[in-house]
């Protein structure tokens, strides 16, 4: 049992069980206002081998065609990681302190609840990047399995993880905070808290752009000059009292995600 407590259900070489919690009634854009918060509407209540991918069985399971054009014509931008100054943000590399370690955290859960996950091959480079040997070895098969060309397709997905023309797959961790659990000098045990954005975005998507909060906690491990993963484990929550915010609709989401890159530099 991890020292986080009964909540926390660690996960060593990509097992683990998956629970889903699915929300009450129909979630739809169109400027509704979004109701108080109850465990019932919670996105997902899940773990498994990665936050996100978890996050996203519970949206396949919610049903419904997720396809659809987002209204919008012409030419997109391509979304890309926000480097303000022109250069590459750091993504390995960190120091070799606590502080690293924190920054470490927060970069590698950023990477891994992203849209390249749901991509094999982009999937295997992150894989082996971030994570130990020994872990990158244990992951693949299972997560090509639960990444299956099936899976996908109820996320209406295509096999190489890309959606519908006219619409707009958003998978992203945006961190909020870090905490360093436990620190010694080849090891760290760090958690961080976040927010997860999940959903295809169009205006005939039946799955649209949700918002669940999640706590990821890594073990990492000092090897080669650089903090890895040797396992990791999620639970949801914090969760915050919604506000009154107005839900957007599809189209101001959509270009939301086209013209804000996701940070690759969290901390």
């Known amino acids: 049992m991890s020292p986080d407590g009964p909540q926390d ?3 060593y070489g990509g097992t683990g069980q998956t629970r889903t919690r699915l929300p009450e009634g129909p979630d739809v854009y169109g400027g509704a206002r979004r109701p108080g918060r109850s465990p019932s509407r919670s996105l997902v209540t899940v773990v498994g081998v990665v936050v996100l991918l978890i996050a996203a069985i519970a949206f396949a399971n919610r049903g419904g065609d997720a396809s659809g054009g987002s209204g919008s014509g012409g030419a997109k931008p391509e979304a890309a990681p ?6 590459k943000p750091v993504s390995s590399g960190f120091a070799h302190d606590e502080q690293g370690a924190q920054s470490a955290a927060a970069n590698y859960a950023v990477r891994l609840g992203g849209a390249d996950m749901f991509n094999a091959d982009r999937r295997h480079d992150i894989v082996d990047e971030l994570y130990t040997s020994a872990a990158a070895a244990r992951l693949k098969a299972p997560m090509d399995d639960a990444y299956s060309t099936e899976f996908l397709g109820k996320l209406g997905l295509d096999a190489d993880g890309n959606a519908p023309k006219g619409s707009t797959f958003v ?3 945006v961190p909020v ?3 360093t659990v436990q620190y010694k000098d080849d090891s760290a045990k760090v958690s ?3 927010m997860g954005l999940l959903g295809i ?4 998507s039946t799955n649209p752009v949700a918002t669940s909060w999640q706590t990821w906690t890594f073990q990492l491990q000092w090897t080669d000059g650089d903090w890895k993963i040797s396992s990791d ?3 949801n929550g914090p969760t915050p009292v919604p506000g009154d915010d107005r839900a957007s609709n599809s189209d101001d989401i959509s270009k939301a995600i086209e013209e804000y890159g996701g940070f690759s530099y969290a901390r």
């Open 9 to 11: 259900d660690e996960l």
């Open 82 to 87: 926000t480097a303000p100054s022109g250069t």
């Open 171 to 173: 998978s992203r961790t």
């Open 177 to 179: 905070g870090t905490k």
């Open 192 to 194: 961080v808290w976040y």
């Open 201 to 204: 975005s169009g205006t005939h």
């Open 233 to 235: 484990s999620q639970k």
